[in-house]
């Protein structure tokens, strides 16, 4: 364990109280407005609100982990335990709104009454999580590995952490990350910031605290598996919470873990049974702090859990979402939302729970479980104030003396005294965030949009409604020599070499005009290198105004030497750089390690009406070039006018597992003679347990025959 600690630095921040109250009427700094996730606020709205802008993005998120199959599993119906990057969240002050995009990999800042884009800053990979704002300063992580700290006046990089010891990539769902992706928020408090990095416990997982303002590394946990011979569960994603003591970082799907905030050490890390202490299916991202317990969420209820110790016995409120005011409570349970006598409830949950674990004995008799039933809805009924039947159950929050829900397709407004509905409103997809400072409400949804809204009476009624961004451009290139070159390229690129899905590495990507032309010709998810920071630059800024950035075309600074990027993962590898050169600016024997075998196509070649220096490379050059990859395997090396095509065949001593064991004899023998000691993670993404067959209903292991994988799904 790597364990820097200032002591001095901690005894000085802890006689400051973690601010785990209600967010300021004119700021929502963090998630759900403070490090106590309790989605409070004292801001004032009034309703009917005006919508006043909206803000698309250049496609849906692509959520990190695929989620749970729709039908239930023994019984039980099965929600998505890590939803944290399902909507783009926003956090305000200052006047402004701050949010970050999984889609096109940006931090963006905007002015909140209009809309209007006051600066943005890329990263190198998708950002999941809502920014924290404290000091004048915003705080993210991203999927790149790193955390980066921006001035919050005008973007300005004020520090960045690589919170690993080194930079490795994988591809995950079709992205490629950090082998350690910041995916828990940034939470500051008392000048220290904390986070968490990786997502595998047995290849290390991190947890930091850093100096807010330098980015000093303060303490940093780094054995958190290897303390117990990697049986250690946590996996550090979601809203950090912290109260004057402790950290507690969600995981996953298990319960949140808590840290001592002085030094990092583990505190607890309890486990309960779902079918007994928890009371049902419990554990992953969404947990809040309330009564000096930690609320963390299952599928359908809340488990209260000591924030000290860990123990249970406190509470089990049923709910999806859950807020706090003072000694109120109001949930969501996707048929109703209501209004909590939250000292009332909760007593009444810790009896309703012991007739739950009472009732397991007593399922051969019909008259006993009636008598139950009745005893258990009766405390359910308990501390009730106010109830409205309703499905929005994806988002909840408080602002004053208004409830605000998101559900469908829709955002609600209620009476926090009476539950009466004063207001509702469409917008598109699921409304699963919601934030709130004085004169206005704003909604993101699952669909990339976000919302302003503002009180009626502080806003004309004949204000037109903004769109952001302007619409995207079909030109971001201008139209020169050059393009009909780029155009020519790209399509004879994708006929010789059959590659029209899947991943593409381009080596030296210059301005990103091969990459657009590829991109608009093919189903390519491509990825460019490009040491020269300018290019880089400029490519990365025409690409987002064609709306591609991210979702389709990723640019990374750097050279085939050192860029960190996963093994194996292209189909197709091609140059801008030769194009225009004749050079490729890579040695080829550092491509191999990114050509996927069994089918993976590197493609060189010059077009007639390339540039002169171009075509002073001829097609025995360009042959030469593919046979420096120094392959094993015998690539086939093909060549008509001035292209030249390898494709990687299978690799040497790779074997297959083409039946149930192993191959026809059922003989549960492979012939791989590669596999070796020392494994780490690949990749991993679909078709994940949304389409798959539950392991406990026997599915058919899965098959692998020259490259490819066969997986048993439901009905596919």
Not at 161 to 169: C, G, K, N, Q, T
Not at 618 to 633: F, H, I, P, W
Request: aromatic share 8%.
């Amino acid at each position: 364990m790597c364990m820097v600690i200032r002591r001095a630095v901690f005894l000085a921040s802890l006689l400051l109280v973690c601010r785990a109250g209600l967010a300021q009427s004119d700021a929502w700094p963090t998630y759900l407005a403070d490090n106590a996730r309790a989605g409070g606020s004292d801001a004032k709205l009034s309703t009917p609100l005006q919508l006043r802008w909206v803000y698309t993005s250049p496609a849906p998120p692509e959520m990190a982990w695929s989620g749970p199959r729709e039908t239930p599993i023994e019984g039980k119906e099965m929600r998505h335990r890590v939803a944290i990057d399902d909507a783009i969240h926003v956090a305000i002050a200052d006047g402004r709104a701050f949010f970050g995009s999984s889609v096109d990999h940006k931090l963006y800042c905007v002015d909140l009454e209009s809309g209007k884009l006051h600066w943005t800053f890329f990263t190198d990979g998708p950002i999941r999580l809502a920014p924290t704002y404290a000091g004048g300063k915003v705080y993210i992580g991203s999927d790149d590995g790193n955390v980066y700290c921006l001035n919050a006046s005008d973007g300005k990089l004020a520090w960045k952490l690589r919170v690993a010891a080194s930079d490795e990539r994988l591809l995950a769902r079709g992205r490629m990350i950090s082998r350690w992706p910041v995916r828990t928020s940034v939470l500051v408090d008392s000048g220290i910031a904390y986070f968490g990095a990786g997502v595998f416990p047995h290849e290390t997982v991190y947890l930091c605290a850093a100096d807010a303002d330098t980015g000093k590394i303060i303490w940093r946990n780094d054995a958190i598996s290897q303390q117990d011979a990697g049986r250690n569960d946590l996996s550090p994603q979601g809203y950090l919470l912290c109260n004057d003591t402790t950290v507690f970082v969600p995981s996953g799907r298990s319960l949140p873990f808590a840290f001592d905030r002085t030094t990092g050490e583990i505190v607890h890390n309890r486990k309960h049974a779902w079918r007994s202490h928890a009371g049902g299916v419990i554990g992953g991202a969404k947990a809040l702090l309330a009564d000096g317990q930690v609320y963390t969420a299952g599928p359908h209820h809340f488990l209260a859990m000591d924030q000290k110790t860990g123990d249970v016995g406190f509470a089990w409120i049923a709910g999806r979402q859950m807020a706090f005011a003072g000694d109120r409570a109001y949930i969501a349970t996707g048929e109703f939302i209501a209004g909590l006598d939250r000292p009332k409830h909760t007593k009444a949950s810790v009896l309703r729970q012991k007739l739950n674990l009472e009732r397991s004995k007593h399922l051969r008799d019909p008259k006993r479980l009636a008598e139950i039933d009745e005893q258990m809805a009766e405390h359910a009924r308990t501390g009730l104030l106010w109830h409205l039947k309703h499905t929005a159950d994806a988002a909840l929050i408080r602002a004053g003396n208004l409830i605000f829900a998101g559900g469908e397709n829709e955002v609600i407004a209620l009476d926090a005294e009476s539950g009466k509905q004063l207001w509702i409103t469409s917008v598109e997809g699921r409304a699963r965030g919601l934030a709130v400072v004085d004169g206005s409400l704003v909604v993101s949804t699952d669909l990339g949009k976000i919302y302003r809204f503002a009180s009626a009476d502080a806003t004309p009624a004949d204000t037109a409604v903004a769109k952001y961004p302007q619409a995207f451009t079909d030109s971001p290139f201008p139209e020169d020599e050059l393009t009909p070159l780029y155009k020519k390229a790209a399509k004879e690129t994708l006929a010789r070499s059959k590659q029209t899905d899947g991943f593409c590495l381009i080596v030296g990507s210059e301005q990103g005009r091969l990459a657009y032309e590829l991109a608009k010709q093919s189903s390519l998810r491509i990825y460019g290198i490009e040491s020269d920071a300018g290019k880089a630059i400029a490519a990365r800024d025409a690409l987002d105004r064609a709306g591609l950035y991210g979702s389709r075309v990723t640019i990374v600074r750097g050279t085939a030497e050192t860029v960190a990027f996963s093994r194996y993962f292209a189909d197709l590898i091609v140059s801008d750089t030769l194009l225009l050169t004749g050079k490729l600016p890579a040695e080829a024997a550092d491509l191999a390690d990114f050509l996927k075998p069994c089918g993976g196509t590197v493609c060189l070649g010059i077009p007639d009406d390339a540039p002169a220096v171009a075509q002073e490379t001829d097609t025995a050059s360009l042959k030469e070039t593919l046979g420096r990859m120094y392959l094993n395997e015998s690539p086939d090396i093909a060549s008509a006018g001035r292209w030249a095509t390898l494709v990687r065949g299978k690799l040497p001593g790779a074997g297959d597992w083409s039946h149930q064991y192993g191959n026809v004899a059922n003989t549960s023998l492979s012939n791989d003679h590669r596999l070796k000691g020392g494994l780490g993670v690949l990749w991993y993404g679909d078709p994940g347990p949304s389409q798959m067959i539950n392991r406990h209903e026997a599915a058919a292991a899965p098959l692998s025959t020259d490259g490819r994988m066969f997986i048993q799904g439901t009905d596919s």
